[in-house]
């Protein structure tokens, strides 16, 4: 792939899994598919995929929806650039019925999942500033979580963030629940949610609006 700076070394030590979120609409951009847009060059659709790639994951879902042609097509794009160890593990799951929300995108993620993996990464594609760095972060403090956690949220302040961690056995548990998806099971489970404190805005971060997009220098394809 073409790298957007000098590549530095990460690692996981457990067996990942990803589920990237990219089924939305983006309303207040005027229904523009904000996976597209362009931060110094590149997608952040492929600015994410740059960022798990040491990662070696096991399994990639984009989970498509509202604009489901253009971004599948643009992952064929990125599939030539790709590692094939990369390329090889990425699936595309369209929900084609996007206007059900966020939770029915996650559902269909979950039920897609057919690695075996130990840690599932669910992360949201209009996050400009998670880099390879910050899902290190993650990784690292769900490394050394307390036994009963099984599930590892970034806090910027009180604020909750994205990427969230999750074991398998957490989301066997949530696939067990007929409907059920991560957010609910989370607030349902407060005892098993670990929190990583953290000053880095960039778990908080993400795009809604032209001036977020200002913001963010970013620049649409």
Known sequence: ML???????????????????????????????????KKRGLTLLQRFMESIEDFSPLELIVVTGFHAEVIESTLDELAVLMPPKMSSVMKVCRNLEPARGQAASVR??????????????????????????????LLDAFSVRSTDQEMLLPMVGT???????????AINAILAIPGMTCRPYMDAHPAQVGQMQTHKQAFILDVDTPEDIQMHQLTRS
């Open 3 to 37: 790298m957007t700076k000098p590549k530095l070394s990460h690692t996981s030590p457990c067996r990942l899994a990803v589920l990237l979120l990219a089924a939305g609409e983006g309303s207040r951009l005027g229904s523009y598919p904000k996976a597209l847009l």
């Open 108 to 137: 269909l993620g979950l039920e897609s999942l057919q690695s075996e993996y130990d840690v599932l990464l669910v992360a949201l594609s209009d996050q400009p500033e998670i880099e390879a760095a910050e899902i290190q972060d």
């Open 159 to 169: 604020r909750r963030g994205n990427p969230v961690l999750f074991s398998r056995k």
